[in-house]
């Protein structure tokens, strides 16, 4: 009865139809657990409220998931400014008693068709008759049932085995206040409710297996620490039995051993889950080989299941009614736009097909991808694939398939979908398109498209001190609309030539306000200027909220406050651009989105969809940095004004001189640019990377399929554009001849006939180290002489030696020292530190010429002491762990800091994984490891270990630290109300989160280790007298 019964519980609430919420976990204590004497009576109990439950099971095969070997079901490419926390539950810290709260409700409500006629109420009624046999009543005495399942089901599946069914018992204060029949959990449900279902099933698999990692009674008591609402518990019941198979392998999981029969489905999810995001396939030990038989068995009757079941439609564009309500309740959609409408309801998106959507910013189009998805994921059950932005501020967007590397990487991986799925649907969305024809051939796509804007956008172009309104009308594209009236002193036209005080304060602080100007430090100083001029009554708005914005920066910059910002934001104005670290541009933006924050001086990165709305966009200048403003940057700019449900009208305003005033007419007026594939312009990122990864994926091998593969790209789409002097079949030849000779592949020649000839590629294990390790192929061969002459005398006295080797290549063409404090820093070195210099040929007296501006006779690599200048930043940002005093030293932007810190970790990772590929660099595989962890967390030693839980950032790692959490197992067994209690500023739900990943990745090592000793303890496939045997048995 122990085994059957899981301790990890979540408190759940359902509707009266009493259908499990998805992701849900339900548990029932063990006899352990229970009072004596309270048996029979909570038999007694249950049986009678179950004379008003239709089911009371949950059975374990409600989502089928796909491995990575799978394609996904549908892929969207975003193009909206998206809200990550749109359908997100927000939990609350409510007792049993209360009001349930809106993770606690049943996705499908009281929606009929989804209950009855589905997959899964047939199979949780076939489960109840089942239930309810003889045989099996003195298991499931609990199980009473209203309707059996029709004969027709019953034939057409089998029940695997349903690991830790459990009983649900109502909480009566629950039912009076709400109506709802509650589901109370007894000790440690509290600690899983703010936990992702996904983690709280993997936690009740691991509890279940308990007994196998040892420790038992003291796991029990962690439990029952962490719980402060104590309910009514119930009988556990026996684990119900596996009904008789005819299949071998599942005769054979039956009598394994008892921590197998135990795994279920949910096993499976948690692996395919974690699996996915795994480059190598792991070599699983017996026990798991064992689970997957039996995992595989339970998703083939689901999916015969589900492929024969009714297309049942619901009344929310095939979802659930209580999807609709979820969207009025978070974001207070109450109705859908007409295009939003006509485009749900196209037969191409009916039918499955591929969409192209394109719409003005702001018309909507990231609710039509939500609800595409949600349709795949909660009626088809399939998988779905967001492609998340090339930087970490929005969606990527389709049309930046024709920009640079990272649109080479987007056609790179929509081509490989296309050619290897015939079923994975492909949704792209974007605001700025204008060649569509050359996208739909390449997406197979069909293309909706609207002009369509809730909030009417008015632009205007202003000269001098007079301003224009577009007018496509008009003969010259604009008419007159009126004059500034500002009363100017002659102070202020020094310093504001371009009225820019005028135009911000007829808006601001009642409505917000961004100004686009045209490098970071125009930002701020334009900021400043406007600040300067403002009236005092602008600081009295929202006086106590800037305040606590200025105290928040202080915080998160440990005490440090950019002086610009300090002498800014209490008028409500602040610059935003990538010299802020992520924690600041985002506490920025929060204010600025919730009105405490008013004006925004900014680059033209923010216009690349960050959702922060304005009544009024200014762009200082049309030009971004020294280029001129093309079309498309233009539309994103200007699109920012107006946002629906924020605005009532949005306006756009352009200050030009009077020299640029022909070419901006011509840029408000001409078509927006033609998007073209970089694939081949951007060769060692773009091309060769393609046929690396296609060869080592094994997709395609021989050049005929490869030649094949390309004319399926965009590039193929596009090729009699952009091909002037050679054939596609010219520049897959040479591009595969390159990859030869620098090392990467090896060709093959097969002579099939004497006319007919094959040429074969096959990957080389350097070509495999740079694929597996996503090094850009410009700097292999760089890396791997990198890696090969620091062997011969790497300095390990000091972390220098390694932080130069995993510093970026492409960042360093970027650096411009100075040569000053260049000087300065080399003269401090110790002597190890000097030591790895010479070896890299930069020498003292070098960096000392150059800093006093003396010529130099003696040639030195360039590339070289500009990669060991940002060595010194790096190295002095690890043993300083602070970047204001780094960004100090240096004279660098912090935010630049950051990311030449983020750059580094993931180069670090990369150059981890090619030395894993080669058997000669693997002096550099442990010392990377660790390399990786203190550049990823850059923190003192003794905090790593805390930072790789969820939520435990520098600040709170300390405090815990100083508490006295200063491991993982500190964490996992700590009690949340304790730790609410003795770290300041610490939520009830942070510590919860806090203690469950502890837990989680403390049971992930466990788990681990446990495989080893399985690997440990097999038998070898290759022991001799192994195969003699089974000859024999045979």
């Known amino acids: 009865m122990d085994e059957c019964g899981s301790r990890i519980r979540r408190r759940v609430s359902l509707p009266k139809r009493n259908r499990p919420s998805l992701g849900c976990i339900f548990g029932a204590p063990t006899a352990a657990e229970l009072e004596p004497g309270d048996e029979g009576k909570e038999e007694e109990e249950m049986v009678a409220e179950n004379r008003r439950r239709k089911t009371a099971g949950v059975l374990p095969i409600e989502v089928q998931p796909l491995l990575l070997s799978d394609s996904p079901e549908c892929l969207v490419l975003g193009g909206g400014d998206t809200n990550p926390d749109l359908l997100r539950h927000v939990p609350t810290d409510r007792g049993v008693g209360d009001q349930p709260n809106d993770s606690e409700v049943d996705m499908f409500g009281d929606y009929d068709s989804f209950t009855e006629n589905s997959f899964i109420a047939q199979v949780d009624d076939l489960e109840q008759k089942y239930m309810q046999l003889p045989e099996h009543r003195k298991h499931a005495t609990d199980f009473a049932t209203e309707n059996l399942c029709s004969e027709s089901i019953k034939n057409k599946l089998s029940i695997t085995t349903i690991g830790n069914l459990t009983e649900l018992q109502t909480d009566k204060h629950t039912e009076n206040q709400s109506g709802y029949e509650g589901v109370t959990i007894e000790p440690g449900a509290d600690l899983l409710y703010d936990v992702p279902s996904s983690q709280a099933i993997y936690f009740e698999n691991l509890q279940n297996s308990s007994n196998d990692l040892g420790d038992h009674s003291m796991k029990e008591r962690d439990w029952k620490s962490s719980s402060h609402n104590t309910v009514n518990e119930e009988p556990p019941h026996n684990c119900i039995e596996q009904p008789q198979q005819n299949d071998e392998s599942s005769s054979k999981v039956r009598t394994s051993s008892d921590m197998n029969r135990r795994k279920s489905i949910k096993d499976h999810l948690k692996n395919a889950m974690t699996g996915n995001a795994k480059a190598q396939t792991p070599i699983f030990s017996r026990s798991k080989q064992l689970k997957d038989t039996l995992v595989s068995e339970e998703i083939n009757v689901a999916k015969k299941t589900i492929e024969s079941s009714s297309n049942d439609l619901g009344p929310f564009y095939s979802l659930p009614s209580k999807v609709r309500d979820l969207y009025a309740q978070f974001k207070g959609i109450e109705k859908l736009y007409e295009w939003q409408h006509s485009c749900l309801t196209l037969n191409s998106v009916q039918e499955r097909k591929n969409l192209i959507y394109s719409l003005p910013t702001s018309g909507g189009k990231t609710l039509v991808a939500e609800i595409l998805m949600l349709q795949e994921l909660l009626c088809c059950r399939k998988d779905v694939l967001m492609i998340l932005p090339y930087v970490a501020i929005v969606q990527e967007k389709l049309h930046m398939i024709g920009e640079g590397s990272r649109g080479a990487t987007l056609e ?55 301003i224009y309104e577009v007018d496509s009308k008009a003969e010259n594209g604009m008419t007159f609309s009126r004059l500034l009236n500002y009363k100017y002193s002659d102070t202020l036209k020094k310093m504001d030539p371009d009225h820019l005080v005028a135009l911000v304060t007829e ?26 001029f403002l009236s005092k009554e602008y600081l009295k708005h929202k006086e106590k909220e800037k305040c606590e914005v200025i105290k928040n920066l202080k915080n998160i910059g440990n005490g440090n406050l950019c002086p610009v910002l300090k002498r800014t934001i209490p008028f409500g104005v602040a610059y935003h651009h990538s010299g802020l670290t992520s924690d600041e541009r985002k506490l920025l933006e929060e204010a600025y989105s919730t009105g405490v924050l008013c004006l925004f001086t900014c680059t033209s990165t923010l216009a690349a969809g960050v959702n922060l709305p304005a009544r009024r966009v200014i762009l200082r200048a049309p030009y971004v940095a020294k280029e001129f403003l093309k079309r498309n940057q233009y539309k994103q700019m200007i699109g920012r004004a107006g946002r629906a449900g924020i605005d009532t009208i949005g306006e756009s305003i352009l200050i030009l001189q009077e020299k640029d005033k022909q070419q901006v007419l011509e840029l408000i007026t001409k078509p927006l640019e033609n998007c073209y594939s970089h694939l081949v312009q951007e060769f060692t990122k773009g091309i060769q990377t393609l046929f690396l990864s296609l060869i080592g994926l094994k997709i395609a091998t021989n050049l005929d399929d490869i030649y094949h593969f390309m004319n399926g790209t965009f590039f193929g789409v596009q090729q009699k554009v952009l091909l002037k002097e050679k054939s596609l079949w010219e520049i897959t030849v040479e591009s595969l001849r390159y990859l030869t000779e620098k090392g990467l592949l090896q060709k093959d020649t097969i002579y099939k006939s004497e006319e007919e000839v094959q040429y074969n590629f096959h990957i080389t ?164 490891v660790e390399l990786t962890k203190k550049l990823t967390y850059c923190v003192k030693a003794e905090l790593i270990p805390l930072m790789e839980v969820t939520g435990v950032l520098e600040g709170r790692a300390k405090q815990l630290y100083s508490a006295g959490y200063k491991s993982l197992m500190h964490l996992a067994n700590a009690n949340p109300e304790v730790l609410v209690r003795t770290i300041d500023h610490l939520s009830r739900r942070q510590a919860k989160q806090i203690v469950s990943s502890a837990k989680m990745l403390l049971h992930e090592k466990a788990e681990a280790l446990q495989e080893e000793v399985e690997e440990l303890l097999r038998l070898p496939s290759d022991f001799p007298g192994a195969v003699a045997s089974s000859t024999d048995k045979a």
């Open 412 to 466: 790179m991986t929509l081509a490989k979908i296309l050619y290897t799925s015939k079923t994975t649907q492909i949704i792209g969305m974007s605001a700025t398109l204008n060649n569509v024809e050359d996208l739909q051939k390449f997406l197979q796509a069909e293309y909706y498209t609207s002009q369509f804007r809730p909030v009417e956008l008015k632009e205007y172009l202003k000269i001098n001190d007079t």
């Open 507 to 532: 808006v601001i602080p009642n409505y917000s306000c961004l100004v686009f100007c045209p490098s970071k430090k125009n930002c701020e100083n334009v900021a400043e200027m406007i600040c300067k």
């Open 765 to 928: 294990k350097l070509g495999r180290a740079s694929f597996k390790g996503t090094i850009d192929l410009a700097y292999c061969d760089i890396l791997y002489r990198d890696l090969k002459k620091g062997l011969e005398g790497l300095v390990l006295e000091s972390l220098l030696h390694l932080i130069y080797l995993t510093t970026p290549y492409d960042l360093v063409s970027q650096c411009n020292p100075d040569w000053m404090i260049y000087f300065r820093q080399f003269s401090q070195l110790s002597p190890a530190e000097q030591n790895v210099a010479a070896i890299l040929g930069v020498s003292e007296s070098f960096i000392g010429k150059k800093a006093s501006g003396q010529a130099i006779g003696k040639k030195v690599d360039k590339d070289i002491v500009n990669r060991l200048y940002l060595s010194f930043v790096l190295y002095t940002l690890l043993k300083e762990t602070n970047i204001w005093t780094v960004s100090e030293k240096f004279n660098m932007p912090r935010g630049y800091i950051q990311n030449l810190l983020t750059g580094t970790a993931s180069f670090s990772s990369c150059v981890l994984h090619f030395c894993e590929e080669l058997e000669e660099f693997w002096v550099y595989r442990a010392l990377l």
